[in-house]
C-alpha cells in the first residue's frame, strides 16, 4: 500500500480525475465552487491529508503535470496567431490598457499586505500575483521575496480571478471579447484565460496577448513602484 500512494503515477492520476470531476461539475451547475482548478486543488489537498502522504512524494507526479506549463502556456499563442489582424488594429489601446492593468495589478496587491503591516517577504511576494507563475518567481526573487510564496498567491489570484472575474465583468457591462478576454488575462493569467477561451476564440486571443504583456510591463515596473508604495504606505 505505501509503494502505491509513492507512485507518480497514481497521483498524476489522482489531478486528473479530480480536474475532470471538476469540469464535469462546473459545466453542468456554473457553480464557481465547481471551477476545476479550484476543485482540483482542495481534492489533492484532501487526499493528501487523508492519506498523510508529504507533498514531497505528490511532487513526484506533481512534477510531470509541471513540466507540461510550459508547453501549454506557449499553446495559448493559437488563438492569438489567429485572431492577430484584430488584435493589431486595436493596438494603442492594448498598450495603454497594459500598462494600467500592470499598475492596478501591482497597487492592489501590495498596498493591502503594507497597510495591514505584513512582512517584507510577503509584500515582495505578493506584489507580482497577476503575472504568469515563472515571470512571478523572478520577479519576486529580484524584489526580495519567495519564488515558493510568490506562486502561491499566483494560483490563487488565478483561481479567484478565473472564477469572479467573469461575474464581474458582466456587472459592469463589459460585453466586447477583446476587452473581455484582456481583463481576465491581465489580472489572473492562464486560469483567466482559459476562461476568457470558453467565450470564443477572439477572448483568448486577447487573454494570450495580456498574459504575454502584463509579464513584460510588471517586469519592467515592479521594482520602481514598489519601492514608492513602501514610501508612501510602508
Not at 510550459?70 to 488584435?87: C, D, N
Not at 488565478?158 to 458582466?170: A, C, D, R, S, Y
Amino acid at each position: 500500500m505505501t509503494t502505491l500512494l509513492e507512485s507518480p503515477v497514481l497521483w498524476v492520476t489522482v489531478t486528473f480525475a479530480f480536474f475532470l470531476l471538476g469540469k464535469t461539475l462546473y459545466a453542468r451547475w456554473r457553480v464557481p465552487f465547481f471551477h476545476p482548478v479550484l476543485v482540483g486543488i482542495a481534492g489533492v489537498i484532501g487526499l493528501l491529508v487523508l492519506t498523510g502522504v508529504e507533498y514531497e512524494t505528490y511532487r513526484s507526479g506533481g512534477d510531470i503535470i509541471a513540466f507540461f506549463l510550459g508547453p501549454s502556456v506557449v499553446a495559448l499563442g493559437l488563438p492569438l496567431y489567429e485572431r492577430f489582424q484584430e488584435m493589431k488594429r486595436q493596438g494603442p489601446a492594448l498598450v495603454v490598457s497594459i500598462l494600467a492593468g500592470s499598475l492596478a495589478g501591482l497597487v492592489s496587491a501590495v498596498v493591502p499586505v503594507l497597510l495591514m503591516a505584513a512582512p517584507d517577504l510577503v509584500v515582495f511576494s505578493m506584489a507580482p500575483k497577476s503575472v504568469t507563475t515563472p515571470i512571478a518567481i523572478s520577479v519576486a526573487e529580484q524584489l526580495g521575496g519567495d519564488g515558493s510564496l510568490a506562486a502561491s498567491f499566483v494560483v490563487m489570484c488565478g483561481i479567484l480571478g478565473g472564477v469572479i472575474g467573469p461575474m464581474v465583468l458582466h456587472v459592469l457591462g463589459v460585453k466586447d471579447q477583446v476587452a473581455f478576454g484582456y481583463a481576465l488575462g491581465a489580472a489572473s493569467h492562464g486560469v483567466g484565460t482559459a476562461r476568457a477561451l470558453e467565450s470564443g476564440r477572439t477572448a483568448g486571443a486577447a487573454g494570450s496577448l495580456a498574459i504575454c504583456l502584463n509579464g513584460v510591463a510588471t517586469s519592467i515596473m515592479a521594482p520602481a513602484v514598489v519601492q514608492l508604495l513602501f514610501r508612501l504606505f510602508g
